[in-house]
């Protein structure tokens, strides 16, 4: 392997380097030219890196991925988590290329904070569609939306897990939120519980429904000292209004 092939490895975080540096000599020695790209994304790529919390997310592209390729990494792949790096995404050039109407979120995600450490920077000219984006949005929160009513037909009765069931419910749509806001053309913060409040502006939402579900500790079945049921309504309708104003953009 020439270590010249490795770029941009000082614009990492100085804990980043030391463990992603051995392990990225080490793949390459492994795949040696069947790799396209590699790149690292996400806190690891920058100043939101916490040394002893966070992972180290990284995807390998290769020219084609047959089983072997896996397998010849097993014992990289297997060291490298014991230092906080998360198994790599194995992709091929053709299967994102494929994919981007499916995973637009997630590739846009990439694409907005990366680090190119080898090869060709693939991300650079990856084009992700608003319409796939809107549809991904609309597809998780009417998701949602049924799942919520589901799970209230199944426990409503006893309410046990319900206030558990909406927090996750509002955790795992934050990134979709954050997606909304670039449909509508703006840049969305860094902060959850400021994206939850420009979301709620930019579709006319109440914010005292979502901002006491997130902020919410307890495990009492109550949110902000209401009755978990009184908040389930609420946030249905919430969600419900939130549906049709993606359906209407």
Same mark, same amino acid.
């Given at each position: 392997?020439?270590?010249?092939?490795?770029?941009?490895?000082?614009?990492?975080?100085?804990?980043?380097?030391?463990?992603?540096?051995?392990?990225?000599?080490?793949?390459?020695?492994?795949?040696?030219?069947?790799?396209?790209?590699?790149?690292?994304?996400?806190?690891?790529?920058?100043? +939101?890196?916490?040394?002893?919390?966070?992972?180290?997310?990284?995807?390998?592209?290769?020219? %084609?991925?047959?089983?072997?390729?896996?397998?010849?990494?097993?014992?990289?792949? &297997?060291?490298?988590?014991?230092?906080?790096? /998360?198994?790599?995404?194995?992709?091929? !050039?053709?299967?994102?290329?494929?994919?981007? %109407?499916?995973?637009?979120?997630?590739?846009?995600?990439?694409?907005? +904070?990366?680090?190119?450490?080898?090869?060709?920077?693939?991300?650079?000219?990856?084009?992700? =569609?608003?319409?796939?984006?809107?549809?991904?949005?609309?597809?998780?929160?009417?998701?949602?939306? *049924?799942?919520? !009513?589901? /799970?209230?037909?199944?426990?409503?009765?006893?309410?046990?897990?319900?206030?558990?069931?909406?927090?996750? &419910?509002?955790?795992?749509?934050?990134?979709?939120?954050?997606?909304?806001? !670039?449909?509508?053309? +703006?840049?969305?913060?860094?902060?959850?519980?400021?994206?939850?409040?420009?979301?709620?502006?930019?579709?006319?939402? %109440?914010? %005292?429904?979502?901002?006491?579900?997130?902020?919410?500790?307890?495990?009492?079945?109550?949110? /902000? +000292?209401?009755?978990?049921?009184?908040? *389930?309504?609420?946030?249905?309708?919430? *969600?419900? =209004?939130?549906?049709?104003?993606?359906?209407?953009?």
């Amino acid at each position: 392997m020439e270590n010249d092939k490795i770029i941009n490895i000082e614009k990492l975080p100085q804990e980043v380097q030391k463990k992603f540096l051995p392990f990225l000599k080490t793949m390459l020695d492994i795949h040696h030219d069947h790799l396209v790209s590699v790149f690292i994304y996400g806190s690891a790529t920058g100043k +939101n890196y916490i040394p002893k919390t966070s992972d180290i997310n990284s995807v390998f592209v290769f020219k %084609d991925l047959p089983f072997l390729s896996l397998k010849n990494s097993l014992k990289a792949v &297997s060291k490298g988590i014991v230092q906080k790096i /998360a198994a790599p995404l194995f992709l091929t !050039r053709g299967h994102i290329e494929t994919s981007l %109407d499916v995973f637009p979120i997630e590739f846009l995600d990439m694409k907005e +904070n990366y680090c190119l450490l080898y090869g060709a920077d693939i991300l650079a000219t990856l084009e992700i =569609k608003g319409e796939h984006i809107r549809l991904f949005c609309e597809q998780q929160i009417k998701g949602k939306l *049924i799942r919520i !009513r589901q /799970a209230y037909l199944e426990v409503g009765l006893k309410k046990k897990g319900m206030e558990a069931l909406l927090k996750e &419910s509002l955790n795992s749509l934050i990134p979709v939120f954050r997606n909304l806001i !670039r449909l509508k053309g +703006n840049q969305p913060p860094a902060e959850k519980e400021e994206i939850i409040k420009q979301l709620c502006r930019e579709f006319e939402l %109440d914010e %005292d429904v979502f901002l006491p579900v997130y902020k919410d500790t307890s495990n009492d079945e109550k949110i /902000a +000292n209401q009755d978990i049921i009184v908040f *389930i309504e609420k946030y249905l309708d919430q *969600i419900k =209004k939130l549906a049709v104003g993606v359906d209407n953009l």
